[in-house]
């Protein structure tokens, strides 16, 4: 544990020396979103081990129902809640297709994902809505001037992660939350000690992507609108988040688990935005337009991450 910690204080340093300390915020603000996105995906990808691809429309799902909520009089804390239960509604089908229909579990999460983009047109009537003067959970903590919006935010969406994470731990700890970890280890000899695999595979995935639909929801609140786009990459986003934060912080607890994953979320947008920021990268001809080709790269990186620490443990062994 102490060499990942000593090389987080190293980019954390390095963070700070290279980027603003408004701009060091905003990627915190949107890491931290992001990892309840990856919560979410460490749920499915690696506690059911299910390809689970419909967190690119539940995403865009919970900004969606939480957009609609807030401009009819809603309250926004009510509002993220019916955005989390829109997302676990999204997981929930995608199960019911996989275990009552037979489908596949990828084709299921597919057809589900593309559904919902149809879906959240006919939830917001428009391709993108406006939350321009409306409340959110962040304005009860603004000042009269809201010059300390760039670091409550962060404050706030850092008090969701942490219920989240808590939750986590608490959950799969129990009875029921063993029992999904245990559908996800060996379905065969889950099925064989009584257990009802189906209920575990649809309960995991509620909750998987009702994290994702209330990260959807604070996504579109720091907007300030929702946009039927926001989900595309969501995934790919999760899972970087998790393979970064396994890798730095290795772990079998689950308390570590959940910790890592949310180390390597907010990680994986700093690093986003230093390359975005960068002034070798703008002289070469990279901007804002090459950002999902920035995120691919990083996501290649992530997922040699593994391989490259065994290289240097043997190099350091020999």
Known sequence: MVVPMLLLLLIKKLLLNIMSSIALFGALESGLI??????????????????????????????????????????????????????????????????????????????????LYSINLRIMGSPNLSLLGQDSVFSPFFNATNTNQYWVQPLVILGFVLVAKFFMDWFFSTEIGLSIRAT?????????????????????????????????????????????????????????????????????????????????????????????????????????QDLNLITAILVVLALRLPAIKSYFKRKLKA
């Open 34 to 115: 992001y990892a309840l996105v990856a919560l979410g995906v460490l749920i499915s990808f690696r506690i059911l081990d299910f390809p689970d691809l419909t967190a690119d429309g539940s995403f865009p799902l919970g900004g969606a129902v939480f957009a609609v909520c807030v401009t009819h009089g809603i309250n926004p804390w009510f509002a993220c809640a019916f955005g989390a239960m829109a997302g676990a509604g999204a997981g929930f089908l995608t199960g019911w297709l996989h275990v009552s229909l037979k489908i596949m579990q990828l084709l299921a999460s597919i057809l589900v994902m593309v559904a």
């Open 184 to 288: 996800g280890v060996n379905l065969r000899m889950t099925q064989a000690q009584g257990i009802n695999t189906s209920r575990s595979l649809l309960l995991g995935l509620a909750i998987s992507n009702g994290l994702i639909g209330l990260a959807g929801a604070l996504f579109v609140q720091t907007q300030g609108a929702a946009d039927i786009s926001i989900g595309i990459g969501t995934i790919v986003v999760g899972l970087a988040a998790v393979i970064i934060g396994e890798t730095l912080i290795p772990g079998k607890r689950f308390v570590v688990i959940t910790l890592a994953v949310i180390v390597g979320a907010v990680l994986y947008r700093a690093f986003i935005a230093l390359a975005l920021g960068s002034n070798t990268l703008q002289k070469i001809g990279f901007g804002p």
